[in-house]
């Protein structure tokens, strides 16, 4: 495992209950693997979920970047979550279901950065400072929960969320970590995957959760920069003199040239 230096593209969960999951993990190209205690593990399998995945992570992902999702602070599971991490190299601690700051006490002893998990109205307002916290690495948007939350009646509409999803982008710019999009549950629907993958690349965020391995290909093309997009930058960074300036039909700024270096920079130019 390496320290999670530029922000994954794609994160995968899988459940820790699920051991053929555990092992196709190793052979798969997510950025980071979600080993998950929460919601896709029955109540009555949660202790054979954490041992799973204590020796899942003890033997099964050199090289991988793993994070663990606990259960939500103030839930039945979370003391016996956090204990079963004692001891394991991981990149990152994934916490749900954060409503405020304070959620966020039960996991600072362990010394890993946190992608704390954004999925109701309340944690919709107080992402900012959520995000802003020193241990926070990035903000997860939880959509499956949030529809609930909202009682939407025709369940993961984005349309309907769309002010909620700019605003976990928003709160984790103004606190200065990253951002990654929900998971698309339709996973039979290739077209689809793409379509909203493209969508929250574009809408600002870093990468997408994933629940399926067939999503980790097209999330990973969605969140690099494409070759034409190299391309312009190039162009852009070899063109500009400073200032406002016309280049290719347009005005460009210093501002212009910053984000076309730092894409540059992602794409390993
Ligand atoms: C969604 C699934 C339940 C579908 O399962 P299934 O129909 O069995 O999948 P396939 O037969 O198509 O699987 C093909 C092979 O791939 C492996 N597989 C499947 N999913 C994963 C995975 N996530 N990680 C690793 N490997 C996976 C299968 O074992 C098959 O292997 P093989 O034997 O070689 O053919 C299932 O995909 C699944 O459980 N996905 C993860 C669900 C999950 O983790 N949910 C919780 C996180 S999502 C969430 O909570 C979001 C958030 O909180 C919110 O509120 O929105
Ligand atoms: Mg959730």
Known sequence: MTPIEYAPRSLLYVPGSNARALEKAQGLAADVLIIDLEDAVPADRKGAAREA???AVLASFPGKRVAVRVNGTGSAGQAADIAA?????LDA???PKVDAVADLDPLRGLGLPIFAMIETPVAIY???????????????????DLAH????PDGMDRGAMSH?????????????CWCFDGVYNAIDDAAGFVAEADEGRRLGFDGKTLIHPSQVDPCNRAFAPSPREIAAAEALVAAATGGAQRH??????????????????????
């Open 53 to 55: 995945m204590r020796a």
């Open 85 to 89: 991490l004692a001891g394991l190299e």
């Open 93 to 95: 601690v994934v916490l």
């Open 126 to 144: 107080a992402a900012r400072d959520i995000a802003a916290d020193r241990d926070v690495r990035g903000l997860i948007a939880g959509l499956n």
């Open 149 to 152: 939350e909202l009682r939407l």
């Open 164 to 176: 909620a999803i700019q605003a976990i982008v928003l709160a984790a710019r103004a606190g200065g």
């Open 248 to 269: 290719d039909g347009r005005m460009i700024e210093d501002m212009h040239v910053a984000a076309a270096r730092a894409l540059l920079e992602r794409a390993g130019r």
